[in-house]
């Protein structure tokens, strides 16, 4: 059973930084592909940020440069640093775990930036 807890969340000025954190627990972490995404209101939930098991990482076209995804296989935690946030990056973010078979997913943290 993979279970995944997002935190770090919260209200920052626009120009500000915020550091998600997923904790993962389960099985082959390590070996699993990780990633963030993101859904504001209304809108379809976007990529934004993966990272395979061996490292490789990619970015959304919108973050690349402010944003920056890692993973500590030891502490079975994914990471996401977000600096220079603009309003525009306010949404519910989440973790994902892709085993195969089925993507697992976090409950989501909310960011929130202000103008």
């Known amino acids: 059973q993979v279970q995944l807890v997002e935190s770090g969340g919260g209200l920052v000025q626009a120009g500000g930084s915020l550091r998600l954190s997923c904790a993962a627990s389960?099985?082959?972490?390590?070996?699993?592909?990780m990633a963030w995404y993101r859904q504001a209101p209304g809108e379809q939930r976007e990529l934004v940020a993966s990272?395979?098991?061996?490292?490789?990482?990619q970015y959304a076209d919108s973050v690349k440069g402010r944003f920056t995804i890692s993973r500590d296989n030891a502490k079975r935690t994914v990471y996401l640093q977000m600096n220079s946030l603009k309003p525009g990056d306010t949404a519910v973010y989440s973790c994902?775990?892709?085993?195969?078979?089925?993507?697992?997913w976090g409950q989501g943290t909310q960011v929130t930036v202000s103008s």
């Open positions: 994902t775990q892709r085993l195969p078979g089925r993507d697992y």
């Open positions: 389960g099985v082959f972490f390590s070996v699993s592909p």
């Open positions: 990272i395979t098991g061996g490292g490789n990482t």
